[in-house]
């Protein structure tokens, strides 16, 4: 081997061997059908800023779901209903992303860059949030 191969199989190793921070990764299970209570629960409540995965899991045997990423303003932010729609008004939130429209048993992902601050994913099918659906998020420098 030449000094010059030599050297790029020292560089490969050191790349290799160099630690990668991995974007975060979210797991999101969504469940619950029309009339009753329903959920949005995430594996951890807590992570640091930066590229974050969410992978979305709906668990319900019938019901169709649906996961929106919204950055709040501070932790305490209200969220307004329109209670004839039944529904959240998303253009009156700052709305990062979403998977749509997850038939029972599918699964969706959504890939983000968070900064530092409070997050709230819900379901905004009609009567999905007031059933319960949402969940918060802290993300950390």
């Given at each position: 081997?030449?000094m010059?191969?030599?050297?790029?199989?020292?560089?490969?190793?050191?790349?290799?061997?160099?630690?990668?921070?991995?974007?975060?990764?979210?797991?999101?299970?969504?469940?619950g059908?029309?009339?009753?209570?329903?959920t949005?629960?995430?594996?951890?409540?807590?992570?640091?800023?930066?590229?974050?995965?969410?992978?979305?899991?709906?668990?319900?045997?019938?019901?169709?779901?649906?996961?929106?990423?919204?950055?709040?303003?501070?932790?305490?932010?209200?969220?307004?209903?329109?209670?004839?729609?039944?529904?959240?008004?998303?253009?009156?939130?700052?709305?990062?992303?979403?998977?749509?429209?997850?038939?029972?048993?599918?699964?969706?992902?959504?890939?983000?860059?968070?900064?530092?601050?409070?997050?709230?994913?819900?379901?905004?099918?009609?009567?999905?949030?007031?059933?319960?659906?949402?969940?918060?998020?802290?993300?950390?420098?």
């Amino acid at each position: 081997m030449s000094m010059f191969q030599s050297s790029i199989a020292a560089l490969a190793v050191i790349c290799l061997g160099s630690p990668v921070f991995a974007a975060s990764m979210v797991k999101v299970t969504e469940g619950g059908e029309g009339g009753g209570p329903m959920t949005l629960s995430l594996d951890q409540s807590a992570i640091k800023a930066g590229e974050t995965t969410f992978l979305v899991h709906n668990d319900a045997m019938s019901e169709e779901h649906e996961m929106v990423l919204v950055k709040l303003k501070s932790a305490d932010q209200k969220i307004a209903v329109d209670t004839a729609k039944g529904r959240v008004n998303e253009k009156k939130l700052n709305s990062i992303g979403e998977v749509s429209e997850l038939k029972p048993g599918a699964d969706g992902e959504l890939n983000a860059k968070l900064a530092p601050g409070s997050y709230v994913l819900l379901c905004n099918i009609k009567g999905h949030y007031q059933a319960g659906m949402h969940a918060m998020l802290t993300v950390t420098k």
